[in-house]
């Protein structure tokens, strides 16, 4: 007999692991409320293109079959998460946002991340909406709709990571898988107030998910606690023969970690650069950290400006030698603003990128000398708060810019040499906006015990949404 349902939406993956455990409420429960939830609140959030029901039932049973039989479901018991549909799912095609990849046939095999979370114990809800192809920093599709905003439904959800930002944040899973190349886990986590980890490059395996820019692709979970973000990482981590980049590194938890504080930890503020085009919002989130955390002390990230403007560069000639031949035969069933920024990328000169991957390589040598004095660093997330879906501009030290590629401006510098980031929700009204706590390669450890330290303190937040 199923046991009834007393885990809200809003409930983290951690209270729902140990509920099902506990025998509070069954895994099967959880789905079912999930799946209904759905149905209603989709029809305005849009975050979902696919919703594997049947499989999250079956999923479900089998977690509450193995408790009755006295074993281990796993950490992640019963909780539920849904990936962006750049990740393959068995019996789904792996759509990237697109028009063009609807005629792939279903993917036969989960991505490597979709089955190590099931081997967790949560249960896939589903595949979620995406900036085409991963160029994106909006949330808006051309083709399926935008995602919307839980906290205001007129507003962005950020991208390319749209749907994952919307679903957990609207109380549609607890945990969404997400990319990040840019800012794409960072960007949907300051518009929608929630916690997102980009770990460092390498650390998770991408096998069986699209790719877009191969050298700065990453992987990693958004969710409404630090701690579930700590226990979806760690059930993620280790080796992946499958991904060529994935290192060969074993798996080091972070979860027990947590409540060690921060303590003894050497914390410093971007300075110069991560200031600039920072509209009220974003500097005052930055302050309320800073002044938690006690922290006085700025850093200035050298060249962080040419970093942004090297990385656009090798962004655009890496996505354009992938998507050329697409680009050659079906044109016109691409978003055109992302059709136009791939096709400028292929007409860049090769000497553009020779320089951007030398200045890459210097730049990298000079931020990570300043982890020789700090641990982490901490900056804003994003320069605003989530814009209004449609609006193409926004005020960058008084002068009106582009919208689109000026959402990344303080998460691509860093991106751009795979450095662990945690964003962290800070809950301003009207609206939410995160920082970055950035770390040394490896170093997740480190930004995350931060992460829970401002949690713990009730500085960082997920706010629920007024639906």
Same mark, same amino acid.
């Given at each position: ?21 506990? &025998? ?44 009755? +039989? ?28 697109? +028009? ?25 809800? &589903? ?42 944040? &609207? ?104 200031? +600039? ?79 951007? %991957? +030398? ?6 040598? %000079? ?61 301003? %009204? ?5 920082? %970055? ?31």
């Amino acid at each position: 007999m199923t046991v009834p349902h007393t885990v809200t939406p809003w409930a983290t993956a951690s209270e729902t692991a140990a509920a099902v455990k506990s &025998g509070k409420v069954t895994a099967t429960a959880v789905a079912e409320a999930a799946l209904a939830r759905i149905a209603s609140v989709d029809k305005t959030l849009n975050a979902f293109t696919a919703v594997t029901a049947e499989r999250a039932i079956a999923k479900a049973k089998a977690v509450d079959a193995a408790i009755a +039989k006295g074993q281990d479901p796993g950490a992640l018991a019963g909780a539920t998460f849904a990936v962006k549909n750049l990740f393959d799912v068995a019996g789904l095609p792996t759509l990237a946002g697109s +028009k063009i990849n609807r005629d792939l046939p279903p993917s036969s095999h989960d991505a490597t991340l979709v089955a190590r979370m099931e081997a967790a114990g949560a249960v896939l809800l &589903g595949a979620l909406n995406m900036g085409e192809y991963a160029y994106d920093f909006t949330g808006e599709n051309a083709h399926d709709g935008p995602s919307r905003n839980p906290h205001d439904i007129t507003r962005m959800t950020g991208g390319s990571s749209g749907g994952s930002g919307g679903a957990v944040a &609207g109380g549609l899973a607890a945990i969404a898988l997400g990319s990040d190349t840019n800012g794409s886990i960072r960007v949907p986590s300051s518009f929608c107030g929630l916690f997102g980890l980009k770990p460092t490059y390498g650390r998770l395996s991408r096998a069986r998910t699209f790719p877009f820019v191969s050298s700065f692709d990453h992987l990693g979970p958004l969710a409404r606690s630090v701690e579930d973000l700590a226990l979806s990482y760690d059930a993620m981590q280790g080796p992946d023969s499958d991904d060529p980049a994935c290192a060969q590194r074993a798996a080091e938890p972070v979860a027990a970690s947590l409540s060690q504080g921060c303590e003894g930890l050497r914390i410093a503020v971007a300075g110069d650069y991560f200031k +600039k085009g920072a509209h009220p919002e974003a500097i005052e989130a930055v302050t309320r950290v800073a002044s938690a955390l006690g922290v006085a002390r700025e850093v200035i990230i050298p060249e962080a400006a040419r970093a942004r403007a090297a990385g656009f560069i090798i962004t655009t000639t890496e996505g354009a030698s992938l998507h050329l031949d697409r680009i050659r035969r079906r044109a016109a069933d691409f978003d055109p603003d992302v059709r136009d920024r791939l096709i400028s990328g292929a007409m860049l000169p090769v000497s553009f990128t020779v320089k951007a %991957q +030398k200045f890459r390589r210097w730049y990298r040598d %000079q931020v990570l000398a300043l982890f020789k004095d700090v641990d982490a660093i901490i900056a804003p997330a994003t320069p605003t708060p989530a814009p209004l879906i449609g609006q193409k501009t926004l005020q960058l030290d008084g002068v009106e810019m582009p919208l689109r590629p000026n959402i990344g401006i303080f998460t691509q510098p860093i991106s751009f040499i795979g450095l662990p980031v945690v964003a962290v929700p800070i809950p301003l %009204q009207p609206l939410p906006i995160a920082v %970055q706590i950035i770390a040394a390669p490896w170093r997740e450890d480190i930004a995350l015990r931060i992460a829970r330290t401002l949690e713990a303190h009730g500085v960082a937040a997920a706010p629920r949404p007024p639906l």
